[in-house]
């Protein structure tokens, strides 16, 4: 069973940066991609970053282009979401998600996605 732990929210005043990590305990990681969504109070979850651990290729909702940046540590079975330039919109709970063979165009469907986390609150103040 694979399972996924998420750290590094809190709390940040607008303009600051936060970066979460994700654990990841699987055997194997050929052919995954792990995913970052987020759900803000009254809001359904919405794709935030994915990455996929062969080749690296990264996508990202356009509401966090340039400013949020998603990486991998092969080694430390590790995924992180670096986020900079963060404002009041940003605030929400965080989920990494894991999945096989999700193919590109649906790297954002959350569910294409196998395993999630039990998310991480991010509040950015103003």
């Known amino acids: 069973q694979v399972q996924l732990v998420e750290s590094g929210g809190g709390l940040v005043q607008a303009g600051g940066s936060l970066r979460l990590s994700c654990s990841i305990s699987?055997?194997?990681?050929?052919?995954?991609?792990t995913g970052w969504f987020r759900q803000a109070p009254g809001k359904e979850r919405e794709f935030v970053a994915a990455?996929?651990?062969?080749?690296?290729?990264?996508m990202y909702a356009d509401s966090v282009k340039g400013r949020f940046t998603v990486s991998r540590d092969n080694a430390r079975k590790m995924v992180y979401l670096q986020m900079n330039s963060l404002n009041p919109e940003d605030t929400a709970v965080y989920y990494c998600a894991h999945g096989a063979r999700i193919i590109w165009s649906q790297l954002h469907n959350q569910v294409a996605y196998d395993y999630w986390g039990q998310g991480t609150q991010v509040t950015v103040s103003s």
């Open positions: 990455i996929r651990w062969s080749g690296g290729n990264t």
């Open positions: 699987a055997s194997t990681f050929n052919g995954y991609a």
